[in-house]
């Protein structure tokens, strides 16, 4: 049997380019084990990749400040906090970015996205003086939120949900919001165009970046189940 799979989006399943890789919709969606998708992104972004991949929409969202599995919201983080670290921030003189639509942040629910053209320097500064938020660099964005959400403890909820030991997940991802992720999972891989973090955090470095480095695990995850 295949195991349970925790996946990241972004630098994960996507091209260079940052399109979702077409090989995800060989390779997923008759996975016959749980897939979970753990992003960075707002939550409607992974529910409608699960959606199109006629999978169960069993997702971790904004760092683990939000999850999903078996028709039940978790909100896991507050986002009260971030807020008023962004709106510190912006009084400050900081900018978060995204232009006048911001559909960045329009449906995020417990965290704050920041474009990398940001003062990071700046952001760090007002974020460490609230002492209970935390920035993370994807390197995509910048993410304010609470310390005490991650994707990893996410993982944990959802995993419990569906009755699976988070060691029984392969995780694979390519970034330092991922490490969390694999500190749970049993086997996590990072691909090749991983940060430091990532890669550090990994049971192993994939020779493959992106998509290709995913398909690889994938590929091989299946032999080893037959």
Same mark, same amino acid.
């Given at each position: 049997?295949?195991?349970?799979?925790?996946?990241?989006?972004?630098g994960?399943l996507?091209?260079?380019s940052?399109?979702?890789?077409?090989?995800?919709?060989?390779?997923?969606?008759?996975?016959?084990?749980?897939?979970v @998708?753990?992003?960075?992104?707002? @939550?409607?972004?992974?529910?409608?990749?699960a959606?199109?991949?006629?999978?169960?929409?069993?997702?971790?969202?904004? $760092? !683990?400040?939000v *999850?999903?599995?078996?028709?039940?919201t978790?909100?896991?983080? /507050?986002? /009260?906090?971030?807020?008023?670290?962004?709106?510190? @921030?912006? =009084?400050?003189?900081?900018?978060?970015?995204?232009?006048? !639509?911001?559909?960045? $942040? +329009?449906?995020?629910?417990?965290?704050?996205?920041?474009?990398?053209?940001? &003062?990071?320097a700046l952001?760090?500064?007002?974020?460490?003086?609230?002492?209970?938020v935390?920035?993370?660099d994807?390197?995509?964005?910048?993410?304010?939120?609470?310390? /005490?959400?991650?994707?990893?403890?996410?993982? %944990? +909820?959802?995993?419990? *949900?569906?009755?699976?030991a988070?060691? %029984?997940?392969?995780?694979?991802?390519?970034?330092? $919001? &991922?490490?969390?992720?694999? =500190?749970?999972?049993?086997?996590?891989?990072a691909?090749? $165009?991983? &940060?430091?973090?990532?890669?550090?955090? =990994?049971?192993?470095?994939l020779?493959?970046?992106?998509? &290709?480095?995913?398909?690889?695990?994938?590929?091989?995850?299946?032999?080893?189940g037959?």
């Open positions: 049997m295949v195991p349970p799979l925790a996946l990241d989006i972004d994960t996507t091209t260079p940052g399109r979702v890789d077409p090989r995800v919709f060989e390779l997923l969606p008759d996975w016959e084990a749980p897939v @998708f753990a992003t960075g992104k707002a @939550f409607p972004y992974p529910v409608a990749l959606h199109f991949l006629g999978r169960p929409e069993t997702v971790v969202a904004e $760092n !683990g400040g *999850a999903y599995v078996d028709g039940e978790l909100v896991l983080g /507050d986002p /009260d906090a971030p807020r008023a670290v962004v709106e510190a @921030f912006k =009084a400050r003189g900081g900018e978060v970015g995204w232009g006048v !639509g911001d559909t960045v $942040n +329009r449906w995020r629910e417990t965290e704050v996205a920041l474009s990398l053209d940001a &003062d990071e952001l760090r500064e007002v974020a460490a003086a609230a002492g209970d935390e920035v993370v994807t390197g995509y964005a910048y993410h304010v939120k609470s310390t /005490d959400v991650s994707k990893g403890t996410a993982l %944990e +909820r959802v995993a419990a *949900a569906l009755g699976v988070p060691a %029984e997940f392969v995780a694979i991802g390519d970034s330092e $919001n &991922d490490a969390s992720t694999f =500190a749970v999972a049993g086997e996590s891989y691909v090749a $165009n991983a &940060d430091a973090t990532a890669r550090e955090a =990994a049971d192993g470095v020779d493959g970046a992106y998509m &290709d480095g995913t398909a690889r695990v994938l590929a091989e995850l299946r032999e080893r037959e």
